[in-house]
């Protein structure tokens, strides 16, 4: 298939066609008005001719021989069509018209004298109104414009013929047409030449519009369409722009729409395969003191006198209390989230040292350092029990009754840290998961639920923190876990040099 013209292209066709036909009809008429006023100049000087020998012969003073002034060949016929008198450049025995046209023209000549037919003009008076202009061949030039008038003499009525050829007339004509040939098409490929210039030109904002449309689908609707100075265009242009600012939005909004719908939709499978989780590890986790309790009272039953009643009732209150503490873990994992916790200022110090003291008991664990923090009162003492009592499980303790464990305070942050065995980099983040224990690295855990970490940092992001694992600051063997809290403003301390 052929290539669609563009709309430069089809313009300047256009043009081109609409010049060239202008052309083509002032040519033609300027050629028919050239040709019309030379054949009436012709006309003008046989009519005079036939009108000057008309009144010669008329009045008897006609010669033998005629004059010719600009070529035209003159002759006086008599009644039987023969020469009378000629121009030199004729002859006496060629009359310059056919019988047929000598009679056309005595009888025009007649009627327009207003005489009888035959009798011709009478006098000099009215001869060149009498004169008759007629186009036909002459043997003296082919075709030819012929004047002629019938007028008396003493010898009898005559006709007077003045002939002169088309042939200039005619050469003339064919010089012109084959100018006009040359010249038309000369000057409609130069319009069209300049046309498609200035259409270029003028088009060029569109070309600019189209490339950078173009640029814009190739990058995804990304970009902005060039802004002309002024005109139609400019208003086209920022009329674009805004619709592609829009659908930008549309794109950019439906992008994020189905970003939130993605997001949702892995929470929501992340949350249904958490609980899932939560539900098999809780059931694992519950299904040990059950299976306990299960043991201890079948032991009881069938072998009463093997089991005494005080030694049964201090196992099973132990495995109730395992399974009391299970459960309350589990429900404060449950509720996390479900109601927003309080927003105050907290002295760290003062809740560090009352989570110390619901913790370690008679176990001596110092709280050195001071600062403050926002964040809820029960959430943080919840925290940071579960942070020192997970350190006091793994500390290896020291000389004279020492727990191996510090709390060292600061604004928004508490550093719990002991001396035990720690846990690798690597393994940090896995114990933040419910129900983990790292046997290997904690071999001397003394049977926690696997909650505590995972409860701790669940309610210190409740409140606008975190829990991190770390190596101890001083390099030793050990672990500091390390509650962030957003800090109260007051007072900025630092952590005493230990």
Known sequence: MGRTPTLRGKLTLVTAGALAVALAVGAAVLVALLQAARISALDGVVTQRA???ATLVATDRMPQTLDSQFGEVVQVLDAQGSVVATTSNASLTLPAVTPEVALHLVAASVDEAGGPSGAGVDGAAGIEDAVTVVRADSPYGGASRVAGVAVPS?????????????????ETVRTLVVAFLLVVPVLVAGLAAGVWHVLGRALRPVEDLRVAADAVASSGGAGVLPVPESGELAALATTLNAMLTRLDEAAAASRAAAERERVAADGARRAAQRQRDFVADAAHELRSPIA????????????????????????????????????EDLLLLARVG????????????????????????????PVVGAGSARGDRDASDRVLRNLVANALRHATGGAGGASG??????????????????IPPGERERVFERFVRLEEARERDAGGSGLGLAIARELAREMGGDVVLRGRPDGES???????????GEGRSTPPQR
Do not use: F, K
């Open 405 to 422: 464990v510090e709390v060292v305070v600061a604004d928004g942050l508490v550093n719990v840290i002991d001396d035990g065995i720690g």
């Open 292 to 327: 306990s309790l299960s043991a201890e009272l079948e032991v009881a039953q069938q072998h009463p006198q093997a089991y005494p009643r005080e030694e049964l009732v201090a196992d099973l209150a132990a495995d109730v209390a395992r399974m009391r503490v299970l459960v």
């Open 338 to 365: 479900v109601r927003p916790l309080a927003s105050r200022e907290l002295d760290l110090a003062e809740v560090a040292r009352g989570a110390v003291r619901g913790v370690a008991g008679e176990v001596a664990v």
């Open 51 to 53: 009108a000057v020998v």
């Open 154 to 170: 003493p010898d009898g009525a005559r006709l007077v013929v003045a002939a002169t050829p088309l042939r200039d007339v005619a």
């Open 478 to 488: 050990g672990l500091c876990a390390q509650l962030r809290l957003p800090s109260g």
